[in-house]
Structure formats: C-alpha cells, structure tokens
C-alpha cells in the first residue's frame, strides 16, 4: 500500500518544479557573463532532460516494516525510497490509509538528477492533494544555486507556496549576494511566480525591496516587473528606471519604463511589439510631461510597420519625429545619436516580379541640426515612383535594362515641382572563366514641372543625354612558390556622356558621390537624376589577390585605378571642388590584409598628383588573441574636412578583472569626440561592470559625461542599463 500510492505522489516532483524556476533563471543569466561558474554542490551533472520516471518501479529499502490491522503502516531506520533518478532517505515515514497521507516527522532528504532537498519534517495528503516540508534548504546539481525556506507548502497539484524563502548562487556561510522573500507563491497552470516582501542584499547591505513582483517560471512570456537601472549625466543628472514588461497576447507585448532624472524630471519611455501573419510592427516612444530644465514637454516616438500582402507585394511604413533639435543631445549616449541631423518618415508599397520592381513611396524629412541651412534640407517626396526593369532579349547575352522614376518635390522655401526621369539602355553580357565583356547604350531623359514660386525659370525644363560605356576584365590566376593562388584581374571601362547645359535645372537631391574605388566604374559622378556628368573618359584598374585553395581564405587584396580624361569635365557645381577639371583622377589604391584569421588591416588613399597629396586617407587595423585581447586602431583623413583617429582596447587581465577603453580624437578641430573606459570585476556568482563615457553632443564643443553601472546578480539576471554590450562588443 506505501509503494501504490507513493508512486502517485506529487509533492516531490512539485517542488523539483519549484527549483527549475530559479536554474532557468539562473542559465540565461550565466550566459550574459563568461568566465568563473561557483562550484555546484554535487559532483552529479544537471540534466536537462528528465527521464520518465513512471517508467521505473519503486524500491524500498529499511531496516523495520510494521503493518498495523487498520491499515497503518511504519517503516523506521534507513528509509530509502528510489525510483529511477530519484531518491528519497529519512528515519521515520508513516502511512495512514484512511486519510490516505504519510507523515515523516524527521530528516527527510530527496535528490534527483536535477536537485537536492532537505527538511526536517514533511507530510502529504493524497486525497487533497496537498502537504509541506518544514525548514528546507534545496541546491540544483551541478550549479552553484541553492537555498532555504521555513516552510513549503504544497496547495495542489498546479500551487505551491514558500514561505520564508532565501536563494543565492553564491557558496560559504555568508553568500554575497542574498535574496529574501516573505512569501513565494508558485503557479504552474498559469506558469507565475509571485514575490512578497522581497528583499535583495549584496554583502548584507540591503539595495532593493520589493513589496510585490511577478516573474516567469517557464517558457511562457509573463507581465511584470524588470530589474530597475541606474545612470548618471552631467546634463540630466541621476537617473533610476524600472521597466514593467505586458505580455498583451501570444503575438504582442509591450515594455514600460517609468525613468526619473534628478536634473530633468519624469520620462515614460515605451516599447510596443505586434506579429500577424502577413505583418510585424513596432512603437517606441519616450515621453516627459515637464523637463524641468526647459519647462517643456519633449517626446520622441518611432513607429515601424511591415506587411506582405501576397509574394509579390509588400508595405512598409515608418514614422520618425522628435520633439526638439536637442532631444537627442540631451538623452542619448552616444555620439552617432547626438550628431544626428535629420529624422526620415516614409510610407511605401513595393512590389516585383522576375524581371522588373516597383516602388510608391512617400516620405518627409524632420530637421534636428540647427546648423542645417534651410536651402539644404532635405525635400519631401510626395510621391516617388520607382520603376526597374531587366530582361533578357534571347538567350545570347543581350539584355534590356531600364530605370524610371517619377517624383514630386515639395518644400517650404526654393523651387517644387514634378521630375521624370527615364534612363533604358541596352547591354550585351559576355562572360566565361577567363574574362568578360558587357558593352552598354542608352538614352537618359529628364523632365520637370516646377513651380519657382516668384523666382525666375523654366517652368519645364528638360535633358536628355546618350550614355554608352563599355567594362571588359581579365581573370587570370598562377600558383606561387608557397602553395597560394594568386590572380591578377585587369579591367577596363570607357564611358562616353555628351556634355549637356544644366544651368536651368533645379536641385532636388543632387549630391557628388564619395569618391572611392567603386565611383571608378560608375556612369555619374553625382546621386540624383538633377545632373548628369559628362564623361570621355577610361578608367583602368588592377586587382590582385592572394588565397590559401585549402581553407578557401583570403590573404591579402590589393586594388588601384585611376581615370583617364580624354576631355575636361564640364558639368561641375558651384559648390563643388574645380580640379575635377584635369587630365585625370586621384589615384585610388585600396590595400586589405588577413595576415592571420586574428589579425588584418586595411589601407585606402586617394593620391592627388596635381596637388601632390593624400585627398583620403583611411588606414585601421584589428587584433584578436586566444586570451580574449582585443585592439583596433583607425586613422581617417580627408583634406579640408576630415582628420582624426579612433583607438579601442579590450582586455582581461586575470580570470576575474578585465578592462576597456576608446578614444576618438579630431586632429583637425583638436578635440575629443569620444572616449570611454570601464572595467569589469567577476565573481563566480557576481559580476560589476562600470564605463565612464565622454561625446560630443553638438557643434558647439559641448560633450556629455555619463557613467553607467550595472550589477550582474547571477541566478537572477541583471540590475543596470544595457551598457555591458560595451565590453563585447567593440565595433571590430
């Protein structure tokens, strides 16, 4: 009778339960952190798949059986109850059958594959399905977790609660970090865990209480409260958030975080998430009603949306906007945020086939530079339709090609109006092992509707230009003397574009492209269709690389080129350099290194033989040893505009310490762009990460100091803004 209704007990595999809450905590927490694991507290590996123990029988053994005529029985001395992975050992256990309970009023001891347990009494009731061990301590095997409680009580089969509950991954007496609780209430049908008077000590220093919070026992998304984060700045002072995470539906859920600046305020700051089958979508906002330094309300929301309406067709929407030019100068932590200088909205409809895409788009530009002059912000684009398409003529390589666009340009202050541009030529592919040949002809047309709004024009100006190149290479390859192969790939590309006035046009969105190895091999030197260059013009480069055939690896590449003139260059903006206007082009050599799968560089210059000088520069270089060091190191240089140098360290010193540091620094304008340092302390159940940050935050030579900490509690997750990417990830 104690083996039958043994084996239905439930009150072992709940709290097993119980405790797999805390090691998939304990796991995902584990992973944010490398390195030192405390040591666990049985040689017996935890396992993630437990076996199904209905499958093995119960053994009992015991040193005394006594079976009494109303059905009670005892067994005494040496009790040990196994069944597959599971044992169970106490002194005393009593079964009553009549109330259908067993009682052990001693030690009582469980172990599994996956935990261990003990208590100084437990008893069950079969019948309802309930019971309680008395003052437990509990440990995962194989990790470091473990801890107490007063009492479990067992309620159902789907309900426990702990009462007096502690937990800490950290061994010895007194473990540095501790996690107490008043009461623990575990929910296995809903698969929530709540906490009553919780309290966190981090070497018996109390740092968080926390009267009630909710939290997640199993793979199931559940609502509730997050670690809360703390920072500083010098321009919105102490900063403590405490994000709340809504799990709405299966397919949406949502993070909100109250923030308090002591320097600015309150900010509520959101993130929303939603899924259809046919869509995905995202808001993130943040909001202060009140930025006491101001005495203004700020905000800044993004909305994203993607849809596919069937294989052919998609839609996106994106909406971008800010409050003031400042908000990101005040709040972000970052240089690439701070120096933003426009926000970009848009709404599209996309679509393709096998030949040919098409795209509607709307979009609007928000400025938040004041240093953007009115006459250089962007135009909105209400709408643009884009057209491509390139099909195949036969099957000898003759292909048709052809790029169409139809805009309206609307802005508040210059001249609006309607632009088509039509760009179909014909190109003949060539290609075998050896080499290619694609020669190409068109014809690009360009019309505008225009509205000069009082100033003086051609309301409908049009050009039109041939445009014909022609673009052969070579591929040649040798083995060399060490094993390697190397290639050399010569390559041509002549292009002839009639000159055509273009002082009635308008500029809409017309730019020089940066000038790099690419631009060598392109049909205009400017984005936009408001101006074609012309070009009689031949472009020769090489490139020569060195590969390893065994591990498909390449060593080293080295490419230059220069274009040839035949004619000056006529097309040339007001704005834009006058030496265009020469005999040929900087010479571009572009240099990229793997010396070893750790280390490699990269050099580019742009050679100016008229000024002899370097007109760009860019070199860099990464290394990576086994022991975890990181170096990268980065000089960009562009005359008149650009110089300055970029420097970041990473290194563990020892098992537990590691530091880091950036610096970026403007040569031209002697000043710091950016810089940080941090370091990284571990533990085997704690870890403390601090960087101290420094940026630019605008064109004035104002910079932002911020520090921030974050506490990484293992077993529990982490305390602290996400600034540990910081130490893994270095942009190498």
């Keep these: 009778m104690i083996l039958k209704n043994f084996s239905t ?17 304990a796991h995902s927490a584990d992973t944010d952190v490398p390195g030192l694991a405390c040591p666990g507290p049985s040689l017996a590996p935890m396992i993630k798949n437990v076996p199904d123990r209905s499958a093995f029988p119960i053994s009992v053994k015991t040193r005394q059986f006594d079976a009494r005529k109303e059905g009670q029985a005892e067994a005494r001395e040496d009790v040990e109850l196994r069944r597959g992975d599971q044992l169970l050992t106490t002194e005393l256990l009593r079964y009553d059958p009549q109330q259908e309970t067993i009682t052990m009023p001693g030690k009582v001891d469980y172990e599994d594959s996956v935990i261990y347990i003990s208590g100084t009494g437990a008893q069950y009731s079969f019948l309802e399905e309930s019971g309680s061990f008395i003052d437990v301590n509990y440990g995962l095997m194989g990790s470091s977790a473990r801890g107490s409680a007063d009492e479990v009580t067992v309620e159902s089969r789907a309900h426990s609660i702990l009462h007096g509950m502690q937990f800490t991954t950290c061994p010895g007496e007194t473990p540095e970090w501790l996690l107490s609780a008043n009461e623990l209430e575990l929910d296995f049908d809903e698969g929530v ?70 320097e600015r305020g309150f900010m509520l700051t959101g993130e929303y998430r939603f899924m259809t089958p046919r869509s995905a979508g995202e808001l993130d906002f943040d909001y202060m009603g009140n930025d006491t330094r101001t005495n203004d309300s ?343 505009s650009l110089d300055q140098f970029d420097i970041r360290y990473y290194q563990p010193i020892n098992e537990r310490w590691r530091v880091l540091g950036r610096f970026n620094y403007s040569l031209l304008d002697s000043d710091l762009l950016a810089a940080e340092a941090g370091f990284e302390y571990e533990s085997c159940c704690w870890a403390l990460r601090m960087v101290a940050k420094r940026f630019l935050r605008n064109r004035d030579g104002d910079h932002r100091d911020a520090i921030y900490l974050q506490l990484i509690l293992k077993g529990l997750g982490n305390i602290g803004r996400r600034s540990a990417p910081l130490f893994y990830d270095l942009a190498y």
């Design 9 to 25: 007990s439930v009150l072992l595999p709940v709290i097993t339960v119980t405790m797999l809450s805390f090691q998939g905590t």
């Design 193 to 262: 865990g709540t906490v009553k008077g919780a309290k966190l000590q981090f070497f018996d220093i109390p740092f968080l209480y926390l009267p009630w919070m909710t939290f997640p026992i199993d793979d199931r998304r559940k609502s509730g409260f997050l670690y809360p984060y703390i920072s500083t700045a010098n321009d919105t002072g102490f900063e403590f958030s405490i994000p709340y995470y809504w799990n709405i539906a299966p397919a949406q859920d949502a993070t909100i975080t109250p923030r308090y600046f002591t």
């Design 298 to 640: 700020r905000y800044y929301y993004r909305f994203e949306h993607g849809a596919a309406l069937n294989p052919r067709w998609q839609t996106r929407i994106l909406v971008d906007r800010v409050s003031d030019n400042e908000f990101f100068q005040d709040f972000s932590n970052s240089l690439a945020a701070a120096s933003r200088q426009y926000l970009r909205s848009n709404a599209g409809i996309y679509g393709s086939g096998r030949y040919w895409r098409l795209a509607v788009i709307a979009d609007d530009f928000q400025v938040v530079d004041d240093a953007v002059d009115p006459l250089n912000k962007p135009y909105r684009r209400l709408p643009r339709i884009a057209f491509d398409l390139d099909r195949p003529l036969g099957s000898g390589g003759l292909r048709l090609k052809m790029d169409a666009e139809l805009v309206y340009f609307d802005r508040d202050i210059g001249a609006t109006g309607a632009r088509f541009d039509i760009f179909p030529r014909l190109t003949w592919n060539v290609d075998t092992d050896w080499g290619y040949m694609r020669p190409s002809a068109g014809y690009r047309y360009t019309k505008y509707d225009l509205n000069w709004h009082g100033e003086s024009g051609d309301k409908s100006p049009d050009r039109g230009t041939e445009i014909v190149s022609f673009d052969t290479g070579l591929f040649l390859e040798r083995d060399s003397r060490n094993g390697k192969l190397q290639t050399l790939e010569p390559r041509l590309f002549y292009l002839y574009v009639p000159y055509k006035d273009q002082q009635g046009l308008p500029d809409f969105d017309t730019a020089p492209f940066t000038f790099g190895f690419s631009q060598l091999f392109h049909f205009n030197r400017f984005t936009g269709a408001d101006l074609q260059s012309d070009a009689n013009q031949l472009t020769l480069a090489l490139t020569t690389r060195s590969i390893d055939p065994v591990a498909g690896r390449e060593l080293w590449s080295l490419s230059f080129g220069q274009i040839l003139y035949f004619e000056d260059q006529r097309v040339i903006p007001e704005a834009f350099d006058e030496t265009l206007s020469k005999d040929s082009s900087p010479f571009i050599a572009e240099f990229v290194l793997h010396l070893t799968r750790r280390l490699s560089g990269r050099i580019g210059t742009q050679w100016n033989w008229k000024s002899n000088q370097f007109d760009v520069a860019v070199l860099g270089a990464t290394y990576s040893a086994p022991s975890g060091l990181r170096l990268g190191a980065e000089y960009r240089y562009r005359r008149g």
